[in-house]
């Protein structure tokens, strides 16, 4: 069975940072472009950023740009999301998922002081 | 980041049929489709279509998908209760170089 899950989520004040991890298990890690979605409180879902298959591609949301970096270990099976600077409306619900066929269960980030 | 255009909700009864509409544009949804996603509350988006139309393994015939130019449209036959979520669609951008959703529908049965 095919899983994603994420981890590192928690309560963080406004400037600091945050590591997300999505470990994928059931599949070929390799073959997907993952990607992290995040989802406010009570609204709908925004793509946050994307890696390819290898790691030599990535892109970014422009409200996390210069922010967030987005890296891939295939030999583990892991994609993370380093969070930095981060902001109060950056407390959401934050996803892995290739989008189109896989989601993970989601990890939350609340910033606060 | 520009996203795709989806009525915010949509009501008809037990046994009816809700045709949903997901709009965007020839770097989206004409460029290669869109996939749709169920999401109940307080649960992750399931995957209902993929961007090609099919239904992924264990998802119910009375959810079929269909693209006409840039507008994408999810038909669910037979309203259930268990219908009842929020629906979004989703495609890649190829001019954004990100992918990009629709605010999504609210499905009510009554």
């Known amino acids: 069975e095919v899983h994603l899950v994420e981890s590192g989520g928690g309560l963080v004040q406004p400037g600091g940072s945050l590591r997300l991890s999505c470990a994928a298990s059931g599949v070929t890690f390799s073959d997907y472009w993952i990607h992290w979605v995040r989802q406010g409180p009570g609204t709908g879902l925004e793509w946050v950023a994307r890696i390819n298959n290898d790691g030599s591609g990535t892109s970014y949301a422009d409200s996390v740009r210069g922010r967030f970096t987005v890296s891939r270990d295939n030999a583990k099976n892991t994609v993370y999301l380093q969070m930095n600077s981060l902001r109060a409306e950056d407390t959401a619900l934050y996803y892995c998922?290739?989008?189109?066929?896989?989601w993970g269960q989601g990890t939350l980030v609340t910033v606060s002081s | 980041q520009a996203g795709l255009t989806q009525p915010p909700s949509v009501s008809k009864g037990l046994r009816q049929t809700a045709t949903l509409t997901c709009t965007g544009s020839?770097?989206?949804?004409?460029?290669?489709?869109a996939a749709w996603l169920q999401q109940h509350q307080g649960h992750p988006p399931k995957v209902l279509s993929s961007?090609?139309?099919n239904r992924p393994s264990g998802i119910s015939e009375r959810f079929s998908a269909s693209r006409s130019g840039n507008t994408a449209s999810l038909t669910i036959n037979g309203l259930q209760p268990e219908d009842e979520a929020d629906y979004y669609c989703?495609?890649?951008?190829?001019?954004?170089?990100?992918?990009?959703f629709g605010g999504g529908t609210k499905v009510t049965v009554l």
């Open positions: 961007r090609n139309n």
């Open positions: 989703s495609a890649w951008d190829r001019s954004l170089d990100a992918v990009v």
């Open positions: 998922s290739t989008v189109f066929e896989l």
């Open positions: 020839s770097d989206n949804v004409g460029y290669q489709g």
